[in-house]
């Protein structure tokens, strides 16, 4: 083959294979905890499988489709409780009840393909779900400089409110990601202001403020 036909067929190649692993739905994520993620040891050690068992995980759709059905603008919320603290990489809880919330402004479909992408997504932890519901999600992830700033609410079941982590939030001078975010995205921790739910099907609600408990980022698939 002469040189410069091995370099059009190298480029073309490249082309393809850019073109394949390009990726068809994208978004921002949210997870949050009732235990600090961004901690240090003695902190953590001191709420482990105490606290922690409960989650919220946010998948909100900037573009793109999931099993061919576009989900642009869309939102879904897993709301998780377990048997033990979640995104402990030493102790995976044995069994999780779950509650998918799915937003309102989505049909028949797009509700089927969000509560596949968000359980596909959730690398196994939404395997029992305990109910669906639907309701009007207003969702803004990361919107600030330092991209710790979020505002999540769902009707009445859930509202999450974050901010960026600051100075004051370093009580030990030791803190780290202690725990890791629950989906494999890259994200960044953030204080929790509040993170509440107050819905049926995990015969529990709670209402959780000031923690070093979430983590925002975005997903891509």
Known sequence: MKPYLAILALALGSTLIAKQSAPTISGGYLDVRSCDVYTGYCFANGEMNLSGKEAMMVWSVNEGTW?????????????????????????????AQSVLIVDAKADAKQREALCDMARTLASGLLQQVAEIKTASIESSI???????????????????????????????ANEEVYYPPLTDVQATPAFTELAAFNGDGLNIKWDITGKRSAFIGSFSR
């Not at 990361?142 to 974050?162: D, E, H, P, R």
């Open 142 to 172: 990361g919107t600030c400089s330092k991209s710790g700033c979020a505002s999540i609410k769902a009707g009445n079941l859930v509202q999450i409110n974050t901010r960026c982590l600051g100075g004051g939030d370093h009580i030990c």
């Open 67 to 95: 099993n061919g059905t576009a989900l642009n603008g869309l939102s879904v919320i897993a709301v998780v409780r377990a048997d033990g603290t979640l995104g402990d990489v030493r102790f995976q809880p044995r069994s």
